[in-house]
């Protein structure tokens, strides 16, 4: 008997903490719109991307009224469900939702919520330090405060009782409640009263990592990494003189030897990194690059004595840009690229583009809306098995800045990828983390961090079999 009742006190456990949620979806009405694939509307659908780190974010809507004037939003979910609390996510001074109705199938809305006169919207310290400073895609050598990051907060409002198959909410703003510019990041229904809050989608086991240690090339700020295919010499640039210089460092046994200077590598006037390295070729990047023929700014190069070879040749390639990055498959079949283009979903993306018969690649390809987001991807590095995907990012729900995330391939089209992972908060911080490089040899990740507003070279363990998904 005791056996049965316990039973019974877990179901009924579990079924009291089982939370129905849903984001929304589609667009019904709406007052204003920026327009645009930054900004605009279509921001507001899904889960919470500009949380939990909240500021200002091309990934929210910014309304035309935002500053001091009212506004509304309709918009609908999957499904019918029952709801007891809706979430509005408000990135940048919240505690402007003024009225909130629900409506089921019938399309007849009935007001549930409406603000107190007293009524303060819990808010907290956005996770991105407002006056730091971070290296804005590094091989630009461009430095861009941090905008101003004000009172990002969550109106979870409990509503007086649960009404049944909702379909559509309707939420009104009064954005002349408070001073400065206001952005809507999501909006989310529940039929529980625990509050919904943003949760940073990543996987357990990068939150038991050890902590990154730092590379003894300290006298040395870094931008650019790469390693050779046997974990044994690293590559990275570092800004010198109003020039990037490419050095290298070489392994004996488990210690690096110190960073040497490598001209052949350092022969451009700016710019000069090295991207991806193969058993015989290299991927150099830093050139001038000339759209009218189609060079991308990127050459290959001999690995084992740096003797230039080729320019790499993209088909009607357009760069927003002074530089981009790039990786490609161990066969140099696939290129893949994080350019800024007329075809962008924001800021930069990820492409990829398929070798033709004369060495030469054909246009790029979108790799899709998944891993692509309204603001900024870049530093790809594709792993050995051709499916496993390194970046970063700053369009992502993150702990900071732009976050290091892993994707994987889902078919051979290249243009379908996995819902992008966060490397987790041992690896990613409040600040500024790119310019991923795993070594499969030595089953270790290589990055760049900004510390102090300095870009650091760290280290971290990280099991294949975690990464890459053997």
């Not at 200002?56 to 609390?85: C, M």
């Not at 283009?341 to 790029?364: E, H, N, W």
Request: proline share 4%; glycine share 6%; aromatic share 12%.
């Amino acid at each position: 008997m005791k056996t049965k009742i316990s039973y019974l006190i877990l179901i009924l456990a579990f079924s009291a903490s089982a939370q129905q949620v849903q984001w929304a979806n589609k667009l019904i009405k709406y007052s204003s719109d920026l327009g645009g694939k930054q900004f605009g509307i279509k921001r507001i659908l899904g889960k919470p991307d500009a949380f939990p780190q909240g500021g200002l974010s091309p990934n929210a809507w910014t309304p035309k009224n935002a500053l001091d004037g009212r506004e509304i939003v309709e918009v609908s979910f999957e499904k019918p469900q029952n709801v007891k609390q809706v979430a509005v996510f408000e990135n940048v001074n919240a505690g402007c939702v003024v009225r909130i109705a629900l409506a089921d199938a019938s399309g007849s809305y009935q007001t549930v919520w409406s603000r107190k006169k007293d009524w303060k919207t819990p808010t907290y310290k956005a996770t991105i330090p407002a006056d730091r400073n971070y290296y804005f895609r590094k091989k630009r050598r461009k430095i861009q405060d941090a905008p101003e990051l004000l009172n990002p907060g969550i109106e979870n409002a409990i509503l007086d009782q649960v009404y049944s198959n909702i379909t559509s909410v309707k939420v009104e703003f009064d954005f002349s409640l408070l001073p400065g510019q206001k952005q809507i990041d999501a909006i989310g229904i529940s039929d529980s009263e625990v509050l919904l809050k943003a949760e940073v989608n990543t996987n357990p086991y990068f939150s038991q990592l050890a902590l990154p240690t730092q590379l003894p090339f300290n006298t040395h700020e870094v931008s650019a990494v790469a390693l050779s295919q046997d974990g044994n010499k690293i590559y990275f640039s570092s800004y010198e003189s109003d020039k990037d210089h490419v050095y290298s460092a070489t392994k004996t046994g488990q210690n690096w030897g110190a960073a040497v200077l490598e001209p052949a590598l350092s022969n451009n006037d700016r710019f000069n990194f090295i991207e991806s390295v193969g058993t015989q070729w290299m991927i150099k990047g830093g050139n001038q690059y000339n759209k009218t023929i189609g060079e991308t700014g990127f050459q290959f190069y001999k690995s084992s004595d740096y003797s230039a070879g080729e320019p790499i040749k993209v088909t009607a390639y357009n760069n927003y840009g002074d530089t981009a990055d790039a990786t490609a498959t161990s066969d140099l079949q696939t290129l893949i690229m994080a350019v800024e283009s007329d075809f962008t979903q924001g800021g930069s993306d990820l492409y990829f583009a398929q070798r033709k018969a004369d060495g030469s690649y054909g246009m790029l390809q979108s790799m899709g809306k998944t891993i692509n987001s309204a603001d900024e991807e870049i530093t790809p590095q594709l792993l050995p098995d051709n499916r496993t995907l390194l970046f970063s990012s700053s369009g992502f729900s993150s702990y900071g800045n732009y976050d290091l995330y892993v994707s994987y391939r889902l078919d051979d089209t290249w243009k379908n990828w996995s819902e992008p992972v966060n490397l987790g908060p041992i690896i990613n911080s409040d600040s500024f983390e790119s310019s991923p490089f795993y070594d499969a040899v030595y089953q270790k990740l290589y990055f760049i961090k900004s510390v102090n507003g300095t870009l650091e070279l760290y280290w971290v363990d990280l099991t294949a079999t975690e990464l890459m998904k053997k």
